[in-house]
Nanobody, 120 residues
Framework: VQLQAYGGGLVQAGGSLRLSCVAS????????MGWYRQVPGMQRELVAK???????NYADSVKGRFTISRGNAKKTVYLQMNSLKPEDTAVYYC???????????????WGQGTLVTVSS
């Protein structure tokens, strides 16, 4: 299963961006779909995650500002980011975990990362 992420860019503080991540391949089931971010020299951190049962969890730093959702076809995950702050600047990675419908094995895939830069 491969992931392709879209939607990063440069935005002013207080602005909004929407990230998208599309999964390709045959997917039998999803355990979770999530977004992580990483700043150079720091560990990758969870931003938001949505489970197969549609429950969500968010990092405290983004609660009330970011919203994670899945597309109708269930192979796309979005991250709507509002009220962006300079400290949200990072490379954002999507992650999907589930069962591959071809090999019937578990997978844990990462997208290529998309840069979000928030200027003050």
């Amino acid at each position: 299963v491969q992931l392709q992420a879209y939607g990063g860019g440069l935005v002013q503080a207080g602005g909004s961006l929407r990230l998208s991540c599309v999964a390709s391949g045959v997917i039998f089931s999803f355990n979770s779909m999530g977004w992580y971010r990483q700043v150079p020299g720091m560990q990758r951190e969870l931003v938001a995650k949505i489970t197969g049962g549609s429950s969500t969890n968010y990092a405290d730093s983004v609660k009330g500002r970011f919203t994670i959702s899945r597309g109708n076809a269930k192979k796309t995950v979005y991250l709507q980011m509002n009220s962006l702050k300079p400290e949200d600047t990072a490379v954002y990675y999507c992650n999907v975990q589930g069962v591959d419908g071809d090999s019937w094995t578990k997978f844990d895939s990462w997208g290529q990362g998309t840069l979000v830069t928030v200027s003050s």
